[in-house]
C-alpha cells in the first residue's frame, strides 16, 4: 500500500488549493482514506475522511463547508479541494488509508500514511 500527496503550496487568505492522493496497493471499495494536518506546534487532527464501503464522509466542524474531498477511481486518486483558506489552516497535510473501511477521525485509525504536503496560508 501506497499513497502519495501533492498539492500543497502558499496561498493568500481566502484562496483555494487542491490536494491530490495518488493512492496504489489497495482497492478503495474496502478501505477509508482521510486527510489529517499538524500545524506546528499543535498535535495531528483528522480533516475529512471518506469512505469506500458506504459512500459516507466526515469533515471537520473547523473546515465544514469549505473544504471538500471526491475521488476519481479510473486514477486511483482522492482529492481534497480546499476554499476560502484561512492563516489557521496552515499546516502539513497527510492523506491515509484505513482498511477498516469506514470513516475514522483519529489518526490511530489509519495504518497507512503518505508522506506530508505542506500548506501555508498567509498574504
Known amino acids: 500500500v501506497q499513497l502519495q500527496a501533492s498539492g500543497g503550496g502558499l496561498v493568500q487568505p481566502g484562496g483555494s488549493l487542491r490536494l491530490s492522493c495518488k493512492y496504489s496497493?489497495?482497492?478503495?471499495?474496502?478501505?477509508?482514506i482521510g486527510w489529517l494536518r499538524q500545524a506546528p506546534g499543535k498535535a495531528r487532527e483528522g480533516v475529512s475522511s471518506i469512505s469506500g464501503n458506504d459512500g459516507s464522509s466526515y469533515y471537520a466542524e473547523s473546515v465544514k463547508g469549505r473544504f471538500t474531498m471526491s475521488r476519481d477511481d479510473a486514477e486511483n486518486t482522492v482529492y481534497l479541494q480546499m476554499s476560502s483558506l484561512k492563516p489557521e489552516d496552515t499546516a502539513v497535510y497527510y492523506c491515509?488509508?484505513?482498511?477498516?473501511?469506514?470513516?475514522?477521525?483519529?489518526?490511530?485509525?489509519?495504518?497507512?500514511w503518505g508522506q506530508g504536503t505542506l500548506v501555508t496560508v498567509s498574504s
Open positions: 491515509a488509508a484505513d482498511p477498516g473501511g469506514f470513516v475514522a477521525t483519529e489518526d490511530s485509525a489509519y495504518a497507512y
Open positions: 496497493g489497495f482497492e478503495l471499495n474496502s478501505y477509508a
